[in-house]
């Protein structure tokens, strides 16, 4: 039999999923109101998103809207944007938000603990199990999550105050490639 790759039910629930979330976004950029005068789509994003979901789509988006010029610039979740020079502001936001302007829920921030096989197969024992107060932990923003994961495992917390905490989820993703 030749090697290739078997989808896992979690990989199918994992794209259906994201494939929701990417349909949604589409459908905000189909239906956005653009100035009338101006011909310009100014976007403030964060950057994990524009890598994964706007820049991947700016070829598509220039053929079916050739007279919009594109604007973008960085977002920089928890930070305030000047939305005087924004027509869109993609950004993480955790809680209800109450201001002026409409809010369109894109994704839902939930954050699972991964290993990567490449990483299991040089870290791990040789009866192929890790022992996971010895590896080294990529944290996006805080140590939350593996700590729930730790929790929920029956592992103490303490075996997961190392690691390497990245402020930005395309830092943390560009290490795990």
Same mark, same amino acid.
């Given at each position: /039999?030749g *090697? =290739? ?6 990989? %199918? ?18 239906? /956005? ?6 011909? +310009?789509?100014?976007?403030?994003? &964060?950057? *994990? ?5 706007? %820049?991947?789509? &700016? +070829? ?24 005087t $020079?924004?027509?869109v502001?993609?950004? @993480? @936001?955790?809680?209800? @938000?109450?201001?002026? @302007? *409409?809010? #369109? ?8 603990p ?8 040089t !870290?791990?024992?040789?009866? =192929? &199990?890790?022992?996971?107060?010895? !590896?080294?932990?990529l944290? $996006? ?9 730790? +929790?929920? !495992?029956?592992?103490? #917390? ?9 402020? $930005? ?8 490639r």
């Amino acid at each position: /039999m030749g *090697s =290739g790759v078997k989808v896992t039910g979690a990989g %199918i629930n994992l794209f259906r999923e994201l494939n929701r979330d990417f349909e949604r976004l589409a459908d905000i950029f189909d239906t /956005m109101r653009l100035k009338p005068t101006s011909g +310009q789509l100014r976007i403030a994003v &964060i950057p *994990s998103i524009a890598t994964r979901l706007l %820049i991947p789509g &700016i +070829q598509e988006f220039k053929l079916v809207h050739p007279g919009i010029s594109l604007s973008i610039s960085y977002a920089t979740a928890g930070h305030d944007v000047d939305l005087t $020079d924004t027509d869109v502001l993609i950004d @993480y @936001y955790d809680g209800t @938000y109450e201001g002026p @302007y *409409s809010v #369109t829920h894109l994704l839902s921030g939930e954050v699972k603990p991964v290993c990567s096989p490449a990483y299991l197969k040089t !870290a791990a024992g040789p009866d =192929g &199990i890790l022992d996971f107060s010895c !590896a080294t932990l990529l944290h $996006d923003e805080d140590r939350r999550c593996w700590s729930r994961w730790a +929790q929920r !495992a029956g592992l103490r #917390t303490g075996e997961i105050d190392d690691g390497i905490i990245f402020a $930005d989820f395309n830092l943390l993703r560009a290490l795990s490639r």
